[in-house]
């Protein structure tokens, strides 16, 4: 569930009334239930986006749904496609190749360290599957983008089993009991990159908030973070897809959801709820058509951005080369023994070392004819996102928000509709009002 309307981080637990068409039903994921597999080292079909590609050139059976997809980004969305200034990929660059992540663990249970590690892991790997799109494409500037946990708010402290060493540790309590992360490192309430109200400074800095809710049978995504199901999480942790995260990685990153309407041509992917396992090739092209409309905007691809990544050594790049080999020699080799062909891993080494080298000459014309890239031209006169104030308000009175809550948005909405003193509700759309 992408809404534009939830404040920029979550200080409070949201008083929603889920619709039967949300992300938060948990029926709407109900059938893809008994197709969730576990990580296993057969082969598996898995998208290939060609890499080192530039301009805009989909395959042509999915350019009229990727021309319809943005459309209604630009006609939907408050502002446009410029009017969050706090998506993803704008956390991405400020930090120069870089997320850093604070878990919000919404549960009296109790979590080892090893299970903190894992979940670690596993919230990366997940991620990358949606980076890998942009990794070599039209000028993006980082081979690797990481992903780092960076701190953990719980109720208590002795939820957390283990050394905590390498994490900031909140205890501290939103309005609703629910554990939250220092707002005073929080990108998102400090645009302004003031961090003088985050105990460490700017490097404990966090982009997003991964917030694991005890009982919560669906999710939420937005530029702050993601919201799912801390059950779901940790039952699913050894899957391949955690699809109902990655679904919510895809609106951080300003990817639509579709319960109102499906485009032509196209009936599953991972951002049409309930419809996919994984990503898609449909889902990766409107990953990509957002990298390519605010990397142009912005200037932000490597031949105008001074990349960490790119200003590696040499030996570094050739270990991410070799990793990419590496892996396509895995897969090779599961492919021949599932197969029973009759080629060795070394001959299977050799097969793939050579595709991986000439891709870029093999692979980089279009799939199909260059079609006219999604560029509107960004709308003037529209009203720019208030940028919350660095400071935030004292406790709201009772029966009022704060600063940063929700005071409104839609008929479903059933929360306060009045902020604390010297706080203005302002409507941002018709779904979401914000005290500012």
Partial sequence: M?????????LASF???ATALSDLDGSVWANLDSKQSKRSFQYQSRNRPVKRASGWSPPSDLATPLTEVWDHVVSTYDGGADGNINWGWHQVMANEGKLNICVRWDSNQTVTEA?????ATVYNTQYQKWFKWVYGYNGFPYSKVDVNIVGWAVSDKSLLEGSTTGYDVYTDLDADGIPMCNIGCSRDAHLDSDYSA???????HFDQSLWLTEGLDGGYGYSWGQQVGREYFMNNIDSENIHILLHEMGHTFGLDDFYDWTPTGVTSFIMLAGASMEITDFDGWMYRNWWYYLSEKNGWSSSSVVSASESATTSEAAATTAEAVAEDVEEAASTLKATSAAFSVTEAATTFQAVTTSEAAATVSPVAPDVTPFLPTPNRNSTPVATPSSTPSALPESGSAGRWEACGGGSSYKGATKCASGLKC?????YYHQCL
């Fill in 2 to 10: 992408l809404y534009s309307g939830l404040p920029a981080i979550v």
């Fill in 15 to 17: 008083a929603v009334c």
């Fill in 115 to 119: 299970e903190r590690a894992k979940i």
């Fill in 198 to 204: 985050c105990e460490g400074g700017a490097d404990h």
């Fill in 426 to 430: 302002v409507k941002h759309n018709d």
